[in-house]
């Protein structure tokens, strides 16, 4: 005696998260359906023809879930987990998160497999944004011209996934690298510096390292990294109080082409 077993579906939506208009987004391919015998394991999504995958900046993030059952990754090599996202939910969960170069992201997501039917699975990906795995923090390009204190308003009344933004930070290379090699503008943009206090004074005073001083006309020893242009910070014109970068810092105090936003472990959220 033969048992019938029904042929069941799962719908794929394949999602950009984020904005868009910005240079170095992600686009996603997924099948849009796959259909399976047997719900109650794991079924290869690549076995129906169309792998999952992503294209654009490396390196990637991705999030995969879905309201019933469970996803998978087999293939892990390269992968990291990105904020308080396990690497133990690879093995199987309702939601999952990794992060890598984009080719390793690209043989983990050859490997996904799902269990379970008759819902959506949801693929995010980055885009309208950039993240930087080193620093945890995804980065937005805003290019709405407007002064220092608009921006900075502006920032903090924005979130991503949850998390509120604010003018970016920049504390090491490889974060001034992420983003000037990323975003791309045709003018300064402002970030969370400011010597408003006292003068030649320069602090961060947005985000999470708002009063961290970064630069000290009076004592070198102060100074952490900043990446300033020979001649600045001058305050040649007086009122030059805040930070904007053009692949270098300046102390422009005048309209820039927009903000950079940045958004601290924007992947560390539920989706």
Avoid at 7 to 33: E, N, R, T, Y
């Amino acid at each position: 005696m033969f048992k019938k077993r029904a042929i069941k579906g799962i719908i794929f939506s394949a999602c950009l998260l984020g904005w868009a208009g910005i240079s170095h987004g992600q686009s996603v391919v997924a099948p849009a359906q796959i259909i399976v015998g047997d719900d109650s394991q794991y079924n290869l999504v690549s076995a129906n023809g169309v792998a999952v995958s992503v294209t654009g900046f490396d390196p990637a993030g991705v999030r995969i879930s879905v309201a019933q059952g469970n996803v998978r990754i087999t293939t892990t090599t390269g992968l990291t987990e990105p904020g308080s996202a396990t690497s133990a939910d690879w093995t199987g969960a309702s939601s999952i998160a990794f992060e890598g170069t984009l080719a390793d992201v690209n043989a983990a997501l050859a490997s996904l497999e799902v269990q379970g039917s008759g819902a959506s699975v949801s693929v995010i990906a980055h885009a309208g944004y950039i993240y930087g795995t080193d620093t945890g923090s995804s980065y937005q390009l805003v290019t709405t011209a407007m002064d220092w204190p608009s921006a900075k308003a502006d920032a903090e009344a924005r979130s991503l996934n949850g998390v509120q933004g604010h003018l970016a930070t920049i504390t090491s290379q490889a974060e001034l690298n992420a983003i000037i090699n990323n975003l791309d503008w045709s003018n300064h943009v402002w970030l969370g510096g400011s010597d408003s206090a006292t003068e030649g004074e320069w602090f961060w005073v947005t985000g999470p390292e708002a009063g961290t001083q970064f630069y000290s006309d009076n004592d070198p020893s102060l100074t952490t990294f900043e990446n300033f242009r020979s001649d600045q910070p001058s305050n040649s014109i007086g009122g030059q109080h805040h930070a904007n970068v053009a692949r270098l810092y300046y102390d422009f105090e005048d309209l820039a082409n927009g903000p950079v936003y940045e958004y601290g472990m924007a992947l560390d959220v539920k989706f």
